[in-house]
């Protein structure tokens, strides 16, 4: 092929792009590139109509949000959501997927329907749900009451509240990891864990030391993504307990949420972009650590 042919064809090909690039560019590129500026400016919702009249403050905003003692309650918040969140709903989501798999042949169809139903159900009625079961009076607390344990009041707890929260995420959530563990684990090759019995390896050991590391990759593909989904948690405490009690499930979304609705879009850009070095400093620590290994 010709040096003409090829940029034709290369012409060619970008004036089939160029659609896609032009709106992405748009619609994507460029508030993606205002907010990091805005980021570095003392921008509110005063400024909207002069805009020039903005200073730019540099690291300001950055050194502010870590002198927050709100903030950092945000960020020690979502840090607990994830520690505990995670190793919950992927603990949780691996033995319901080992038990699909091998265990559950019967009505196999109707219970992954079952547990994946809450990802796809609004998280209004969701909400709704869980208030009725954590309430007072709710169903938690009648059925501690039934062995003579009075239930506290879970939402306004400052100690309960954010495990209240956990557990509904994790039930939210361990459809998804579901569907992704049992396809891993039809996908894994059925001689490597017979010759493995056939060697005299217990169910634990086969589990241990042929199961997971094999399944390794599709830990690595559901750990990421629940990590992403955890570390932006927003829904559950504005839902349920709107942060509180006492910013006890305040976390790093809804702060910003906060900062963006009194008005301070710097600040909320700024601590946008704190949590996004967050996500991508655990995303790279999951995957040297979970990582296919030869």
Same mark, same amino acid.
């Given at each position: 092929?010709?040096?003409?042919?090829r940029?034709?064809?290369?012409?060619?090909?970008?004036? $089939?792009? *160029?659609?896609?690039?032009? =709106?992405?560019g748009?619609?994507?590129?460029?508030?993606?590139?205002?907010?990091?500026?805005?980021?570095?400016?003392?921008? /509110?919702?005063?400024? =909207?109509?002069? @805009?020039?009249?903005?200073?730019l403050?540099?690291?300001?905003?950055?050194t !502010?949000?870590?002198?927050?003692?709100?903030f950092?309650?945000a960020?020690?918040?979502?840090?607990? $959501? =994830?520690?505990?969140?995670?190793?919950l709903?992927?603990?949780?989501a691996?033995?319901?997927?080992?038990?699909?798999?091998?265990?559950?042949?019967?009505?196999?169809?109707a219970? /992954?329907?079952?547990?994946?139903?809450?990802?796809?159900?609004?998280?209004?009625?969701?909400?709704v749900?869980?208030?009725?079961?954590?309430?007072?009076?709710?169903?938690?607390? /009648?059925?501690?009451?039934?062995? +003579?344990?009075?239930?506290?009041d879970?939402?306004?707890?400052?100690?309960w509240?954010?495990?209240?929260?956990?557990?509904?995420?994790?039930?939210?959530?361990?459809?998804? *990891?579901?569907?992704?563990?049992?396809? +891993?684990?039809?996908?894994? @090759?059925?001689?490597?864990?017979?010759?493995?019995?056939?060697?005299?390896a217990?169910?634990?050991?086969? $589990?241990?030391h042929?199961?997971?590391?094999?399944?390794? @990759?599709?830990?690595?593909?559901?750990?990421?993504l629940?990590?992403?989904v %955890?570390?932006?948690?927003?829904?559950?405490?504005?839902?349920?307990t709107?942060?509180?009690?006492?910013? !006890?499930?305040?976390?790093?979304? %809804? %702060?910003? $949420?906060?900062?963006?609705?009194?008005?301070?879009?710097?600040? !909320?850009?700024a601590?946008?972009?704190? *949590?996004?070095?967050?996500?991508?400093?655990?995303?790279?620590?999951?995957? /040297?650590?979970?990582?296919?290994?030869?």
């Amino acid at each position: 092929m010709t040096v003409a042919a090829r940029r034709r064809q290369g012409l060619v090909a970008w004036g $089939f792009a *160029l659609p896609f690039v032009a =709106v992405f560019g748009l619609f994507m590129l460029v508030p993606l590139a205002g907010s990091v500026l805005m980021s570095f400016t003392d921008f /509110r919702s005063s400024d =909207v109509t002069t @805009p020039w009249a903005v200073d730019l403050v540099g690291l300001d905003q950055y050194t !502010a949000l870590l002198g927050d003692p709100r903030f950092r309650r945000a960020l020690l918040n979502t840090g607990y $959501f =994830v520690l505990v969140g995670i190793p919950l709903t992927m603990t949780v989501a691996l033995a319901l997927a080992m038990a699909l798999n091998s265990g559950i042949n019967r009505f196999r169809t109707a219970f /992954r329907v079952g547990f994946y139903t809450p990802v796809v159900t609004s998280v209004v009625a969701v909400a709704v749900v869980w208030r009725f079961i954590l309430q007072p009076d709710g169903l938690l607390n /009648r059925l501690l009451a039934t062995a +003579g344990i009075t239930g506290p009041d879970w939402l306004h707890s400052t100690v309960w509240a954010m495990p209240s929260l956990i557990a509904m995420a994790a039930w939210r959530n361990m459809g998804t *990891l579901m569907v992704i563990f049992l396809a +891993g684990l039809q996908a894994l @090759p059925s001689e490597v864990t017979e010759a493995a019995a056939a060697d005299g390896a217990s169910a634990w050991q086969r $589990f241990r030391h042929v199961t997971l590391p094999l399944l390794r @990759p599709t830990l690595l593909l559901g750990g990421v993504l629940i990590s992403v989904v %955890y570390l932006q948690f927003f829904e559950e405490p504005y839902v349920m307990t709107r942060g509180g009690p006492l910013d !006890a499930t305040l976390s790093a979304t %809804y %702060y910003t $949420f906060d900062q963006f609705g009194f008005g301070r879009y710097g600040a !909320a850009s700024a601590a946008s972009y704190v *949590l996004f070095v967050v996500i991508a400093a655990v995303s790279l620590l999951q995957f /040297r650590l979970l990582r296919a290994r030869d």
